[in-house]
């Protein structure tokens, strides 16, 4: 029985801290929701754009170098 007891209170507990904790980040953001959110997808698409740009360019090079060493590799043989 105690057990259930002790379960029961960190339970409430728990929820009592989510419920704080959700009320004091609100409270307390630096922006409203719709400025968070435009801040992040713009981030994500800053980064997105940076990969692929990574991607095209540096793996397109990182080939044809491959591919010429191999090249001149089976010209001298």
């Given at each position: 029985m105690?057990?259930?007891?002790?379960?029961?209170?960190f339970?409430?507990?728990?929820?009592?801290?989510?419920?704080?904790?959700?009320?004091?980040?609100?409270w307390n953001a630096p922006r409203s929701g719709e400025e968070t959110r435009r801040a992040i997808q713009q981030t994500v698409d800053e980064q997105v754009n940076?990969?692929?740009r990574q991607v095209a360019?540096?793996?397109l090079k990182e080939a044809l170098a491959e591919g010429k060493a191999?090249?001149?590799?089976?010209?001298?043989?």
């Open positions: 105690a057990e259930r007891e002790q379960g029961r209170s339970f409430v507990g728990a929820l009592i801290g989510g419920i704080l904790g959700a009320l004091w980040a609100i940076g990969v692929r360019g540096e793996s191999t090249a001149r590799a089976l010209n001298k043989r």
